[in-house]
T-cell receptor
Framework: GAVVSQHPSRVICKSGTSVKIECRSL??????MFWYRQFPKQSLMLMAT?????????EQGVEKDKFLINHASLTLSTLTVTSAHPEDSSFYIC?????????????FGPGTRLTVT | AQKITQTQPGMFVQEKEAVTLDCTYD???????LFWYKQPSSGEMIFLIY??????QNATEGRYSLNFQKARKSANLVISASQLGDSAMYFC??????????FGTGTSLTVIP
């Protein structure tokens, strides 16, 4: 199946700093990528839809100035958490649908665990 | 309104037994897809099985089968011959006609040796 990578897998940062998370589709092109956030023992919450060549679409309640998304190419989307605070500590997962693969399945990255101290 | 409902926050099953994880969904779209994912403690989301709304037969993938009852809008996952490695969170998800994905709250499965 298709492969999606995320970097870094874990990051610890100090409050007030910014953190960039990369999501790459390794063997297919992804015009759309999704960014999710997951708190411990909870479900995935869609934060935004990243679109190559256009602005990201944010879900209600997600601050677009705090969570900057850039879909730089057909294989790369980045999520930057600006001025991070401890409440931003979470597990961030990206996914990308492969349109040619069959049932429009989306492939998930392995996730990035962010800890803000 | 919740699109995907998983009513079992936690389930236990004896090793080598079968277990059913419940999932109901809500949509008025004629075309949609239903997915089950496994999330071990490492956090990665592992695709298990897919059922399309027009599929006549229940999907099967090895020890996984999906009990699709369209009229009842349910898509239960059946895991046969449970193994210790099956202990994980399990999420039911639906892709709607607009290709948006919705996830349930998950079921934590523990396999007892």
């Amino acid at each position: 199946g298709a492969v999606v990578s995320q970097h870094p897998s874990r990051v610890i940062c100090k409050s007030g700093t910014s953190v960039k998370i990369e999501c790459r589709s390794l063997d297919f092109q992804a015009t759309t990528m999704f960014w999710y956030r997951q708190f411990p023992k909870q479900s995935l919450m869609l934060m935004a839809t990243s679109n190559e060549g256009s602005k990201a679409t944010y879900e209600q309640g997600v601050e677009k100035d705090k969570f900057l998304i850039n879909h730089a190419s057909l294989t790369l989307s980045t999520l930057t958490v600006t001025s991070a605070h401890p409440e931003d500590s979470s597990f961030y997962i990206c996914s990308a649908p492969e349109l040619a693969g069959g049932p429009y399945e989306q492939y998930f990255g392995p996730g990035t665990r962010l800890t803000v101290t | 309104a919740q699109k995907i409902t998983q009513t079992q926050p936690g389930m236990f099953v004896q090793e080598k037994e079968a277990v059913t994880l419940d999932c109901t969904y809500d949509t008025s779209d004629p075309s949609y897809g239903l997915f089950w994912y496994k999330q071990p403690s490492s956090g990665e989301m592992i695709f298990l099985i897919y059922q399309g709304s027009y599929d006549q037969q229940n999907a099967t993938e090895g020890r996984y089968s999906l009990n699709f009852q369209k009229a009842r809008k349910s898509a239960n996952l059946v895991i046969s011959a449970s193994q210790l490695g099956d202990s994980a969170m399990y999420f039911c998800a639906m892709r709607d006609y607009g290709n948006q994905f919705y996830f349930g709250t998950g079921t934590s499965l523990t396999v007892i040796p």
